[in-house]
């Protein structure tokens, strides 16, 4: 899941400066369960905008707005709108974003597509319905069969191979007093599964350019 957090309303209004009729889209993937694009978010940015004088002209909500098919299927219904409209402000991710400025300009539209949210990364683990967090960064080389499947790259506040940097402290990270030392955490996990000795293996520099963006996933079916 992608994690979003809503932009500070200033910030939207000065997006949508000379703008009056507004397309406001929503999300009901990732955006929903963050609470930042799902049909309520959608329909109090609505009545926000409406407020300032804007004339938002068609509430839309894609299952997932990152899925061109989809934001397609979800458009249809409004092609007048789509073509009267000066703007469209997305409740989404950058790929959803992306995805309706792509949407529209396969229709020969070209309308400014404003980003109504941050995207602060992956959240990849559910701990709470209200508490998600990123504990992989996609690098492409994991390396977790060797750490106790504990991640320093994500975990370690500087992304350390080899061991802790020293400057932890009662076990918790010099730069974030509140984060565990990941190579605490490793080494503990390592030493009940009797494992220590894979901590004298070098891990040579990682390939970042295997974490090189955009990438591609093409599927042979």
């Known amino acids: ?15 949508l400066q000379g703008e009056k009729k507004v397309i406001v889209v929503g999300c009901d993937g990732c955006a929903r369960i963050s609470h930042t694009g799902g049909e309520p978010e959608v329909n109090s940015m609505a009545d926000k905008l409406e407020e300032k004088g804007f004339n938002v002209i068609a509430r839309i909500l894609p299952e997932r707005t990152c899925y061109i098919h989809k934001t397609k299927k979800a458009f249809a219904p409004y092609d007048n709108e789509i073509k009267e409209a000066d703007s469209f402000l997305v409740l989404g991710c950058g790929g959803a974003v992306q995805v309706v400025r ?14 109504g949210l941050n995207s602060i990364g992956h959240m990849d683990t559910i701990i709470e319905d209200t508490l998600f967090l990123e504990q992989c960064q996609e690098c492409g080389e994991c390396i977790l069969e060797e750490t106790g499947g504990i991640c320093p790259v994500t975990k370690c506040a500087k992304g350390l191979l080899n061991g802790p940097c020293g400057g932890a402290e009662n076990g918790k990270c010099e730069v974030d007093r509140n984060r565990d030392c990941a190579w ?38």
């Open 1 to 15: 899941m992608i994690g979003t957090v809503t932009k500070p309303m200033e910030e939207i209004y000065h997006y």
């Open 184 to 221: 605490i955490l490793i080494y503990e996990r390592l030493k009940r599964l009797g494992q220590l000795d894979r901590l004298k293996s070098y891990k040579p520099p990682k390939n970042y350019s295997k974490m090189s963006k955009p990438r591609m996933l093409q599927l042979n079916l």
């Open 102 to 115: 792509q949407v529209t300009e396969e229709k020969g539209i070209y309308k400014p597509i404003h980003p």
